[in-house]
């Protein structure tokens, strides 16, 4: 999935396609969802420190 996203050399998304919106939640195991945020950030995207800690669904095993 990840092989999916371009990335882009200016480093700024919103530049690049202003019809692109922002990723605001990932939803998914916590180990999925860590693993999707250090692959967004090798294409990219966005640093891993940027992303809020992992938060709680009150779904067990989903963050």
Same mark, same amino acid.
């Given at each position: 999935?990840?092989?999916?996203?371009?990335?882009?050399?200016?480093?700024?998304?919103?530049? @690049?396609?202003?019809?692109?919106?922002?990723? #605001?939640?990932?939803?998914? =195991? +916590?180990?999925?969802? %860590?693993?999707?945020?250090? @692959?967004?950030?090798?294409?990219?995207?966005? #640093?891993?420190?940027?992303? =809020? +800690?992992?938060?709680? %669904?009150?779904?067990?095993?989903?963050?």
């Amino acid at each position: 999935m990840s092989q999916n996203f371009m990335p882009n050399q200016n480093n700024n998304p919103e530049e @690049s396609n202003p019809k692109k919106q922002r990723i #605001k939640y990932i939803k998914g =195991s +916590p180990e999925g969802v %860590t693993k999707t945020i250090y @692959s967004l950030h090798a294409l990219g995207y966005a #640093k891993v420190s940027d992303w =809020s +800690p992992l938060q709680p %669904t009150g779904i067990p095993g989903q963050v």
